[in-house]
Structures are given as structure tokens and as C-alpha cells.
């Protein structure tokens, strides 16, 4: 078992290496191959270990090595294979296949050494998001963490010819740095007081740390969730990160990267629980994201910005029921929103390659007719996404919706008014990209096309995902116990039930909130696509729209306080303190050396009376010194 295992990360990293060895010698079908095979095995055995963990519980530990052995000290490359793992590792490589596949069409104009380079980086993402939800202590899931942000650089400045596309994979990775940076003290902290890294020895000694050394800890952790799964102040790193090719972006937003922050919240969930300062802290820091995201999204107009601030908006809601305690909410809402994530970018991938890479979503319309599986799949995405019953964001938002209402009604009301800000955004979107009249160019018009097989077969896949893939969670005010995703989970978030008070609403309360909710958003929903149908012209935006539309100037403000002093640091640094110091000394004595040497070279003036001289002087000295040392060295005699 500890080697089927090893195969699921091993399988991607091979991949990597086969791809990027020998990307100047393969084809490109041999380069599709290789890269989506290696996937589609890992998910094989994923699905086996899945089948394994579910007929008898979490499998043992599989400990490989001693990773760190020094002193008291010891870290184990080990990898944790249980219900939330297992789960994870489905989305990752079941979806991260599909996206593989759909690359195969997406890419093929690439060169097939940049074919194989791009097949190489995205293998290598897969296998450091798979090492860090199976590592099976902090360390190792560190090591995944930061893989993750690599590949992201990588995948993100694909086209690193493009200045712009280079400016955001820098972006994106100093940002995460800054995250990472919290994360890797909390490490150090939980091994400084415990001496361990492993989650069952640090779960199980959660009650030796005093209040303020949990609080701490949760609240760097957290730093580090803030960074990865871009919140509230680190999140715009995400948007940029549409530079990249547009597969790249879905891996990014369903089923890698942004996920990671969930994940080990989830995975810490006990230390949340008893720490309710950072709980209050990440729920308020959710709602806000989600809500500020949202609002954004409203006034963009490029087809992948819309999407991206999307799951910024998305990642906030499941930190707000991170927050409130709803740990399978939250991570069934990853689940769900996996599916028609990766379905809606994989789905603006289709147009933008039948439109020649157009992404400006006033200069579509009308490619209802032109691509009908792109269209009918990216509405069931904007369906599920706007939470319309019964698809499966309805469910899994509902869940979160309801753990934030139980815990203060106010986070539910702002909550429930951004699930509105996402049916019309999304609806918007939506209407003006298929419906009316295409207002693109002529000549795009006359080359617009359904996507082949390899692009549309994922997206039909994703579709059925997200039309049926709430139904692992139907609340109980629909029938009880069939909520088989919470009875899956229990295990996990067993050890927080002990410290918490399980408050249910009244059925009659759920039902009406979950009508009130559906209601509103059907009206949201008929409102856009009434509104943006048969939209032909588009004003400049003014006034508040305007702050909207330029993402309320928040990179312009960071960029003033940040950027530019920093900048202006750092040439203070070069032009005063580099050149004129650390030059300037340098410099001088090299400047030294000349000058001395010139004047030493005039003793030789060839006079040989100048050189008797210099002979006599010396020999006085020497014999000064000499008749000094033998005066010291009699003295000393006498003293010892």
C-alpha cells in the first residue's frame, strides 16, 4: 500500500521529468500523452485509495524516510492518506486531467519544445499540490506549499517574452512570499513548543499551548491561507494571474494553489476551533473578501477578470464558513466549486480561442448559435455558481449561508447580498458573451466554430459535476442522514464537535431562507440577462462605476505606498550607497595603489649614488631594529 501510494505524487513528477528532459525530442501527441497519462493514472489509483479509505477508515501512515534528523528534531517524508486527503486528491487529479486534456487542443499552435515545456510545468504543479495534502506534518506540506507557488510563476509567465505577463508571475510570488512568511513561523513555533511537525502529535497536544501561543499560531497559519487562497489585503495577485494560458488559470482556481489555504485550515481545524479570536478574525476576513471581490467583478469587462474575481469572492465564502465553524460546508463548497470553476475558465478558454484571443467581452455577443456546447455548459456553470436549485453551489453555499447565520445573523444578510452581486455578475457576463447580436469583427465572426472534441468533452463532464455534484449534500430538511459528504468528514472534524454546541435551525426558518434566497436570485438572474441580452452599445463608466471598474484603486494604492517607496529605496541603495560607498571604496584603493606605485617607482632613477644612499639608510635601520630586539629579548632573560 505505502508504495501504491507513493505512485499517486510520484506519477506527475516523472511526467515532469520525461516533458522537460526531452521536450526538444518529442511530439507533440507523444507530449499529450505522456503529460495527461500520468494523471489519469494517478487519479486511478486516487479513486482505489479513495474505495480504501471509505471500507476502512484512514489508511496508516506511510513513512518513507527520515526527511529531518537532527538532535531532538525529527521530521518523516510521510504521507496521511484519510477522508479529507482522499477527497482532495480526487478534485486534483480528476479535474487536473481533464485540464490536461483539454491543454492537448488549447496549446497545440505552441512549438512543440514551449508544448512540452508547458506539459512539464503543469505536471509539476500537480505533484506539489498532491505533496501537500498528503504530507502528513507541516513540513511536508510546506514543501507542497511552495511548489505551488513556483509552478504558478512558472505557468503564469508561460509567454515570458510578454513584459506584462512577467510583471504578474512576480507579482504572484512575491505575494505568496509575504503569506508563506507567516506560515513558515507558525511552523517554527508548533515545533519550538512541541518539538513536532506531525498533525497527530500536534492536534493531540493542542491543550498544552497557553491561549495567546494558539491564538498566535492559528493567526500566522492563517497569514499564510491569506496569501495562498488570496484574501483580504493579499489578494491581487490572483486577478494578474490571468497572464497566463488559460487552462493554467482553471488548474489555478479549481483544483491547486488557492484551494491550498482551505485545505489546511480544514486540516487545522481543531486549532481554530479553540482559538475563537482567529475564527472571528478569518469568518470577518471572508465576508469582506467576498463582498469586495464581488463588487468588483460587477464593472469588468475581460471575460477571464470576471471569472477571476469571482473566485476571490468564492474563496471568502468558504473562509467565512471556515470562520463560523462550517468545515464541511467550506469544504464542500471547494468540492462544488471545483467543478464549475474549472468548467466556467475552461468554458471562456473556448471562446477566447474561437474568437483569436479576444477576451473583451463588449466586442462578443450571439455565439449562442456559433458554439452550442460551450454555450449550453457555461450556463449550467453560471447556474450553479448563482446557487439556483439544484444545481450544486445552491447547496453548498446554503450550508455556509446557514453556519453564518447561526453564528451572528449579520454575516448571513451581507453573505446572502453577495450570493445576489454573483447572479448578476455572472449573468452578465453570461448574456453578453452568448446572447444578442456578435458585435466582434467581421473577420472573427467568419471563423467563429464550435472547439474540438478535446476541449468540449471536458466541459461536458464538468457540466454533469456541477448540475449533480451538490447532491453528496443534501441538508437534512430534504431527508435525513443524506448528507454523505458531512458523514464522510466526521472523522476529521470529530475533535472540534467536542469543543463546540451544534445549533440547528428550525426546518420552517432553513426553508424560508433557502426561498427568500432562491427567489432573489431568479430575479438578479431575469434582471441581467433582460439588461445585457440585447445590449449593442456601452457608455463610459463615471462615478462610483468608474472606482468599480478600476478594482476600487487598490493596486494604484499599493503601488504608491509599496511599490514606488520601495523602489526608491532600493535606488538609494544603488546610486549613493553603492556607487559612492561600496564603489567608492573599492575604487579607492585600487585608485591607492596606482598612486602609490607611481611615486615608489621613482626611487628607481638609475643614480647610483641615490642607491648607496638608500643602502645605508636601510642597514641603520635594520641594525636600529635589531640592537631593539636584542635590548628586549636580555630583558626579558632577566625577568623570567
Known sequence: M???????????????????????????????????????????ISIYLFLQVRSGGAIPTSVYFDFINIDKLNVQFAFQVDQLSSLFLLIITGIGFLIHLYSTAYMHEEKPEHFARYFAYLNLFVFSMLLLVMGANFVIMFIGWEGVGLCSYLLIGFWFKNTNYNYAAKKAFVMNRIGDLGFLLAIF????????????????????????????????????????????????????????PTPV???????????????????????????????????????????????IALKQNDIKKVLAYSTV??????????????????????????????????????????????????????????????HITFLLGCLAIAGVPPFSGFFSKDEILVGAYNENPLYYYIGLAGA?????????LYALTFL??????HEQQHHLHESPSAITFPLIVLAILSVFGGLLGIPALFAENAHSLEKWLDPIFAGSHEYTTAHHLEHSTEWMMMGVSTLLIVVIIVFAWRSFSRKERFEENKGFGKVLENKWYVDELYDNIIVKPLNGLAGFFKDVFEKNIVDGAVNGVGRLVQYSSRQVRLLQNGQVGSYILVMVLSLIVIVLLFREQTVIVSALRKIF
Open 249 to 295: 488559470s482553471a488548474l489555478i482556481h479549481a483544483a491547486t494553489m488557492v484551494t491550498a489555504g482551505i485545505y489546511m485550515i480544514a486540516r487545522s481545524n481543531i486549532m481554530y476551533t479553540i482559538a475563537p479570536f482567529t475564527s472571528h478574525f478569518v469568518a470577518i476576513i471572508g465576508l469582506a473578501t467576498a463582498i469586495f471581490a464581488a463588487t
Open 189 to 244: 513555533w508548533i515545533i519550538a513548543k512541541l518539538g513536532t511537525s506531525n498533525y497527530a502529535d500536534v492536534f493531540a497536544s493542542v491543550k498544552s499551548f497557553t491561549p495567546a501561543e494558539l491564538t498566535g499560531i492559528t493567526m500566522l497559519l492563517f497569514v499564510g491561507a491569506m496569501g495562498k487562497s488570496a484574501q483580504i489585503p493579499l489578494y491581487t495577485w490572483l486577478p494578474d494571474a490571468m497572464a497566463g
Open 2 to 44: 505505502n508504495n501504491l501510494i507513493l505512485l499517486v505524487p510520484l506519477l506527475p513528477f516523472i511526467g515532469f521529468l520525461v516533458n522537460g528532459l526531452f521536450r526538444k525530442s518529442l511530439s507533440k501527441t507523444m507530449t499529450g500523452v505522456i503529460g495527461s497519462g500520468v494523471i489519469l493514472a494517478a487519479f486511478a
Open 436 to 441: 444578442g447580436k456578435f458585435r466582434g469583427t
Open 420 to 428: 445576489l452581486m454573483t447572479a448578476f455578475y455572472m449573468f452578465r
Open 313 to 374: 469572492s468564492q474563496l471568502g465564502y468558504m473562509f467565512l464558513g471556515l470562520g463560523v465553524g462550517a468545515y464541511t460546508g467550506a469544504v464542500f463548497h471547494v468540492m462544488t466549486h471545483a467543478f464549475f470553476k474549472a468548467l466556467l475558465f475552461l468554458g471562456a478558454g473556448s471562446v477566447i480561442h474561437a474568437m483569436h484571443h479576444e477576451q473583451d467581452i463588449r466586442n462578443m455577443g450571439g455565439l449562442k448559435k456559433y458554439m452550442p456546447i460551450t
